[in-house]
């Protein structure tokens, strides 16, 4: 029997691609299936792997250790993650900030009664963002907290985008103020509203006979995701979205400034330069993933988050190996 933590892939978008790709780098995985809604003869793998169809899930139960889950967060996550952690231990890149304390709620009940661990809203943000919050606020009590994102295409907004009636395909880039992050790297703590620190940018393929207002409407007041934002929808062709818009970079700013005594400002900067944003994303959801199957084999649980799991549960060293290389 194979000692390697057996993982599942379900859905097989660009979240999905992307974790097949860092689970060749993992040693100590493999991966025993991807399961997609689609025709699995259809996909098109990284790699070699075995296919099957979302509806096999149920009866591979005894051969799946964790299942990542690479659905969309505003309509596949929603339903999938309460779902699939009564049956497995689960990792998901559930994205929709406002949202996550009722999603993480979703969750709990079914892994607990399932004797399942279900780590939600892993990636970069949240996940390695959220983090680095949490730690400047807990090292800098006096002070303020400060996300930047981009530039970049976000794949949850893009998603949202892609999911409005008359769209056929859509991105959407977030970009970032350079004036208000270098108020926030000198320290001088500024109040910034959702407005000051971002804009975002859509670039979108119209379905034939779509109507370009009502797709423009439905994208600048979508709650959560455009409605607090200066938004700026430009429509063009496939063509061009396929030569300019296929690349995902990404990254982003995470700032605590604050003041240990009255004299000394103090400015904690964590950054994230990413070619890929779901590669990156996946990667992420992999390491995780390696932590949920340690800590369901230690009883840990119900639904988690990034806050509640130990750094050393992410690494493929042991503990001693960690003090001796890393501390």
Not at 140 to 168: K, M, N
């Amino acid at each position: 029997m194979s000692s390697k933590i057996r993982i599942g892939i379900s859905g097989y978008g660009n979240l999905g691609r992307g974790v097949q790709a860092a689970l060749a780098k993992n040693s100590d995985m493999e991966l025993v299936g991807v399961y997609s809604r689609r025709d699995p003869k259809a996909l098109q793998l990284v790699d070699p792997a075995p296919r099957f169809h979302v509806d096999q899930l149920a009866s591979h139960t005894e051969k799946i250790d964790v299942l990542i889950l690479c659905g969309g967060s505003r309509s596949d996550l929603p339903a999938q993650g309460p779902k699939y952690a009564a049956l497995f231990n689960t990792v998901d890149s559930f994205d929709t900030h406002a949202r996550i304390p009722e999603y993480f709620d979703s969750v709990d009940g079914p892994a607990t009664k399932a004797g399942k661990t279900a780590l939600i809203s892993a990636g970069w943000d949240p996940g390695m963002f959220s983090i680095n919050r949490a730690y400047g606020e807990a090292l800098l009590p006096d002070g303020e907290t400060y996300t930047f994102w981009g530039r970049g295409l976000s794949q949850g907004h893009s998603d949202a985008i892609r999911r409005i009636p008359g769209v056929a395909a859509g991105v959407q880039y977030t970009i970032p103020s350079a004036e208000a992050i270098e108020q926030v790297r000198a320290g001088l703590r500024p109040v910034l509203g959702t407005r000051d620190k971002h804009q975002r940018e859509c670039f979108v393929v119209l379905e034939r006979g779509a109507d370009e207002a009502a797709v423009r409407e439905a994208i600048v007041t979508m709650e959560h995701y455009f409605d607090e934002y200066d938004t700026t929808v430009n429509f063009i062709d496939a063509q061009t979205m396929a030569a300019e818009h296929a690349n995902m970079p990404h990254g982003g700013f995470v700032f605590r400034a604050g003041n240990t005594s009255e004299e000394q400002k103090q400015v904690i900067e964590y950054s994230l330069t990413l070619g890929s944003n779901p590669e990156f994303t996946s990667s992420v959801l992999v390491a995780y993933a390696r932590a949920v199957h340690r800590m369901n084999r230690a009883g840990i649980i119900g639904a988690q988050t990034v806050f509640d799991v130990a750094p050393g549960l992410l690494s493929q060293k042991s503990a001693a190996q960690l003090r001796a290389e890393m501390l």
